[in-house]
């Protein structure tokens, strides 16, 4: 069993590797059309939810990001928000929540 697992983790690790360009090349089109406007900062309770989403590796983290990503900017200025949207895109979820917190 644990020959199985290794070479299903290696795959996941190929997986994301060869996907990273092409995650990164979106994140950057969909950060470019977000706009703070008068977006309130992240409150403690989306903060928090975020950071459970990165923490538990959970795909649902990704389109939080997206919906906030007006409050992301307001809270961490834009080019700190679309790094975060991109490290969750490219799923380096450790790396997202870091940039959160």
Do not use: C, H, Y
């Amino acid at each position: 069993m644990q020959p199985l697992l290794q070479r299903l983790a290696q795959a996941l690790v190929d997986l994301r590797e060869a996907a990273a360009p092409l995650l990164a090349a979106e994140a950057d089109r969909r950060a470019d059309s977000f706009s703070p406007g008068d977006a309130a900062p992240l409150s403690t309770a989306q903060r928090d939810e975020l950071t459970e989403l990165l923490r538990q590796n959970d795909l649902a983290a990704i389109g939080r990001l997206e919906e906030r990503a007006p409050t992301l900017q307001a809270s961490l200025g834009v080019w700190a928000a679309k790094r975060l949207l991109g490290a969750a895109q490219a799923l380096d979820f450790e790396q997202a929540r870091q940039l959160l917190t």
